[in-house]
């Protein structure tokens, strides 16, 4: 490829790349949002019980932990952005799955096909995405999952109106499919179509993470897991250990997940200024300092401004891991595969571990623990730290198959 092709990518194509990149993270979110507000019709039609539907929706992150190691090899054997377009239509295509179950087994496996096509695309997007930031030289992967997030908003406002309406999910979540794999295959369009080399190895078909994508998945372990906690505990920690009603509890969730969304929409300038390892170190002491709110919170308003700082402290994290991840080996789809298996289980793991540990002491010292991960985040941030360069931009590691 020639000096003159690499300006052109530089001033033209990169920039439309990244839009278009940020919008496929968009239509990713909104698949989830859409199924997440439907989970109460499709547990009526599967007729399962709430132990029945726990397990589940275990299988998502089951599925997804198992298919994620064979992303490489399909972007390696197929092109960047062809693999991206097969295994985002596949995930589109998912969300009909699970309204259609007729019973709990039926739910476990369509969950698990909605799992795995959702790692292995997740897994594709975020290589595209670090890719694009490495070629741009400047930050964009926090903005990314921001898009992620707002997708995820207007999936869920669709589903919430959807539900309003008493619409059957399975018209739902058809025009849902329909509209979203349409518009997934118009912005894939726009992505770089980057090729492997001749001489670049192909990934094994089942790649386990790396060395490399070890300690900066455990970083993301220790976002993901107060991510989640907060999330899903939030609600019910002011309802029943600071007495809040329940619209107050809901809207905690709810100033949780924008201040999230905000935070990644913005977080690039801070990475952009500070570079990743300070920004993680400002984020977790941010969100320790949270973690202590909630855990002295005398009253409801302390506790929501302690969700709120929790979430803007963890915000970036994940973004700066999958950026690290890409940067940190020969085979950044098989990295960053690993940090969002690790990721992954944090997810799955969080909900029942907060549980877990209220059952045998109390919801407080769930999140004292909680609190404790985000420290992790000042001790560890160093590991986000491009090794060897000063640089945000390495050396490229694969070709644009078209030079425009």
């Known amino acids: 490829m020639t000096a003159e092709t690499d300006t052109v990518l530089t001033t033209e194509r990169l920039r439309r790349a990244r839009f278009a990149v940020a919008a496929v993270f968009c239509v990713h979110g909104a698949v989830t949002g859409s199924f997440a507000t439907r989970i109460p019709w499709i547990q009526e039609h599967a007729g399962v019980s709430a132990g029945q539907l726990g397990l589940a929706l275990a299988f998502p992150a089951l599925g997804a932990s198992l298919a994620m190691p064979l992303a490489g090899a399909v972007s390696h054997r197929f092109g960047a952005r062809p693999a991206l377009r097969g295994l985002l239509v596949l995930w589109t295509a998912s969300l009909l799955l699970p309204s259609l179950a007729p019973n709990v087994y039926g739910l476990c496996a369509a969950l698990f096909v909605y799992g795995a096509t959702s790692g292995m695309s997740d897994v594709a997007m975020n290589a595209l995405g670090v890719e694009t930031e490495n070629r741009l030289g400047k930050s964009i992967m926090s903005s990314l ?135 993680v170190r400002a984020g977790g002491a941010t969100a320790t300092l949270g973690g202590a709110l909630v855990v002295v919170a005398p009253h409801p308003g302390l506790a929501m401004a302690g969700f709120g700082l929790i979430g803007l402290g963890v915000a970036v994290v994940v973004p700066l891991a999958f950026a690290a991840a890409g940067r940190s080996g020969p085979n950044p789809s098989q990295a960053i595969a690993g940090v969002a298996t690790i990721t992954y289980t944090s997810g799955l793991i969080a909900p029942s571990a907060i549980g877990g540990i209220a059952d045998a002491t109390s919801l407080t010292f769930s999140f004292g623990l909680v609190t404790l991960l985000a420290l992790g985040l000042v001790a560890g941030a160093g590991v986000l730290r491009p090794a060897g360069r000063t640089s945000a931009r390495p050396a490229p590691a694969a070709t644009p198959a078209e030079p425009r």
Request: include cysteine.
């Open 145 to 279: 999952h921001g898009m992620w997030s707002a997708g995820a908003l207007i999936g869920s406002a669709a589903g919430t109106v959807a539900a309003h309406l008493d619409v059957d999910a399975r018209t739902h979540h058809f025009l849902a499919a329909a509209v979203l794999t349409v518009l997934g295959l118009v912005f894939c369009q726009g992505v770089l179509d980057l090729r492997s080399t001749p001489e670049e190895e192909a990934p094994p078909r089942f790649a386990l993470p790396p060395r490399s994508a070890l300690l900066i998945g455990a970083i993301g372990f220790c976002g993901v897991f107060a991510e989640g906690a907060s999330l899903d505990w939030s609600a019910l920690y002011l309802e029943d250990e600071l007495g809040a009603s329940a619209g107050l509890a809901a809207a905690c969730t709810t100033v949780f997940a924008l201040t999230m969304a905000v935070a990644r929409l913005v977080g690039d300038r801070v990475v952009d200024r500070f570079g990743p390892v300070r920004t």
